[in-house]
């Protein structure tokens, strides 16, 4: 590991932020702030923290987003904290996640089906497949950013994988 590469200076975050970082890595946390908080921020430092403290390994771990240009900041802001360490990271948009487990696991998905269609056919493979919830607790970490968008069936997908 680069040891050039640092979490984002301690001195910069509030109490709150520090202890949602630094929290046991079995804690489950759910952060409730409004707009410019420093949500994203803290939970890509909770993630490298994770990497970094706990020795989480980085491919046992996902971080999810509601857009591509916002997978695209959390890409790059995690290769600054842990380097080449951060390709291991699953950080992808839920549908993209989605897609992944559907197209692994159902030799019938289809490119030409709807985004919902995707997310109700995930959830069904993960309620009844063994092989995708065998898959699935190699997954130590999820983390949800922006979870407040969370809303019909991607919620209920999020809550599947989450049981």
């Not at 040891?3 to 709150?16: A, F, G, R, Y």
């Not at 390994?57 to 790059?76: D, G, K, L, Q």
Request: one cysteine or more; proline letters at 3%; charged letters at 25%.
């Amino acid at each position: 590991m680069n040891t050039l590469l640092t979490l984002p200076p301690m001195n910069d975050l509030d109490c709150d932020q520090k202890s949602v970082i630094t929290a046991d890595s079995d804690s489950r946390i759910i952060v409730d702030a409004g707009p410019g908080t420093g949500k994203t921020a803290v939970a890509c430092a909770r993630l490298a923290y994770l990497i970094k403290e706990e020795d989480v390994e980085p491919s046992n771990t996902w971080m999810i987003s509601f857009t591509r240009t916002a997978v695209a900041e959390i890409r790059a802001r995690l290769h600054s904290y842990v380097g080449d360490e951060s390709f291991a990271i699953r950080i992808a948009t839920i549908d993209s996640h989605a897609w992944s487990i559907h197209s692994g696991h159902d030799p019938k998905a289809r490119l030409n089906g709807s985004y919902e269609e995707n997310i109700s056919r995930v959830i069904e493979l993960l309620k009844h497949d063994a092989d995708v919830a065998e898959e699935l607790e190699q997954i130590e970490h999820v983390i949800i950013d922006e979870a407040q968008d969370l809303v019909g069936q991607r919620a209920d997908l999020i809550q599947a994988l989450l049981d």
